[in-house]
């Protein structure tokens, strides 16, 4: 069963950078479009970048130019660099497959952004 290991979150000021990281269990990415998701508190999940298997990347407008999504291979991860960042980007973070059904969500990295 595959499991998904989010990290690298933490609290950081307005304008400030972080990179999250996903571990995944077992060799996937030759088959899934990974995506990165985030949930604001009282709000649904909703997808932030995805990476296809050719290594092609999309945003959600919301991040466009300050997200950045990448893919190892080789170590089974997914990273999201994400730059300039603001209070409303404050969520808990979560990796997984672009296509549903989504894998086991993991226990997802928690990013506050605040003064």
């Known amino acids: 069963q595959v499991r998904l290991v989010e990290s690298g979150g933490g609290l950081v000021q307005p304008g400030e950078s972080l990179r999250l990281s996903c571990e995944v269990s077992?060799?996937?990415?030759?088959?899934?479009?990974m995506a990165w998701y985030r949930q604001a508190p009282g709000k649904q999940r909703e997808w932030v970048a995805r990476?296809?298997?050719?290594?092609?990347?999309h945003y959600a407008d919301s991040v466009k130019g300050r997200f950045t999504i990448s893919r190892d291979n080789a170590k089974n991860t997914v990273a999201l660099q994400m730059s300039s960042l603001k209070p409303e980007d404050t969520a808990v973070y979560y990796c997984?497959?672009?296509?549903?059904?989504?894998?086991?969500w993991g226990p997802g990295t928690q990013v506050t952004v605040s003064s």
């Open positions: 077992q060799r996937i990415f030759g088959i899934n479009d």
């Open positions: 997984n497959k672009f296509s549903y059904p989504p894998f086991p």
């Open positions: 990476i296809t298997t050719g290594g092609s990347t």
